[in-house]
């Protein structure tokens, strides 16, 4: 039984400011070591409940901020950008049963540490067919479709309220309450990891392969903070600008939905200024 780990920093046990998950800062490489701990933690977890093998996506900002020469053993990791599918590279292996979501957070304006969509500033709301889409709520919909269970999700208290909505049969685990977008209630590592892996131990009982899942089609809808950023995004094929500020776009499948959603990000990122945003 395989299972692959989507690993996410901010999220992470004791993340709470922006400099903690910027690469290169003091805190980000304090920080690092406990956003590999979660994830070893939920690695041993996982053995602990009868998997044969854990490949760990890297997931965050760069993707290379997990320290490999700490890594459990037994794990693989795959790091570094680029890859089709993102958070979820690797999902497509048959051979995966399950996966797990670490160091998630909650989207963009919601209310949650460091909670964001893809990108940390500019996008300020994302909704799939209607409904508030964080990263686990998109990423859900990929797994969904190739019929992969969510089994896992780590995060602060919010983040574990959204799994709820996507995720209802997963094993949640609040690493730290929120207070605020940059503060939050956290527990010591040593008390997170023991609750991430027999929370993980758990998780590999669900896991098996289910009948793929998919709705009619994707409409996602998207809000920025500046005009020019949603006409930047209009300029993908198949993506339509919907008001000064907001775009949506429609797909028949989760998969081409992730896709457009990285290629959006994108325009998005390369229309931002240096001052005016």
């Known amino acids: 039984m395989k299972v692959l780990i989507s690993a996410d920093m901010e999220g992470?046990?004791?993340v709470t400011w922006p400099a903690d998950v910027r690469p290169g800062t003091e805190q980000w490489q304090r920080c690092r070591r406990m956003f590999t701990g979660d994830v070893n933690a939920a690695i041993a977890g996982l053995y602990d409940g009868g998997a044969t093998g854990v490949l760990v996506n890297e997931a965050h900002a760069s993707m290379r901020n997990l320290l490999l020469e700490e890594l459990d053993e037994r794990a693989t990791m795959l790091t570094g950008r680029h890859k089709e599918l993102s958070m979820l590279e690797g999902i497509d292996d048959p051979d995966v049963a399950a996966v797990a979501?670490?160091?998630y957070h909650a989207g963009a304006g919601a209310e949650g540490v460091l909670a964001h969509t893809f990108l940390a500033n500019s996008i300020t709301g994302v909704w799939l067919n209607g409904k508030p889409a964080s990263e686990g709520r998109l990423n859900s919909m990929v797994a969904a479709e190739l019929g992969v269970p969510v089994?896992?999700?780590t995060g602060d208290d919010r983040?574990?309220?959204d799994a709820q909505a996507y995720a209802?049969?997963?094993q949640a685990v609040p690493v730290k309450q929120c207070?605020?977008?940059?503060s939050?209630?956290?527990s010591p590592p040593a008390v997170t990891g023991a609750a991430i892996r027999q929370a993980a131990r758990r998780a590999a009982a669900l896991a098996g392969r289910q009948p793929p899942s998919r709705e009619p089609e994707?409409?996602?809808d998207i809000e920025v903070d500046a005009a020019q950023l949603a006409l930047a995004a209009s300029l993908v094929p198949g993506v339509q600008r919907t008001g000064d500020r907001t775009i949506a776009y429609l797909t028949p499948a989760a998969r081409d939905m992730l896709r457009c959603f990285k290629v959006v990000c994108t325009m998005i990122s390369a229309a931002i200024e240096e001052s005016y945003g």
């Open 151 to 153: 089994v896992l999700v």
């Open 184 to 186: 939050a209630i956290c």
């Open 179 to 182: 207070v605020s977008r940059y």
């Open 168 to 170: 209802p049969g997963a």
């Open 218 to 220: 994707y409409r996602v």
């Open 12 to 14: 992470a046990t004791g």
């Open 101 to 103: 979501f670490l160091g």
């Open 159 to 161: 983040t574990c309220a």
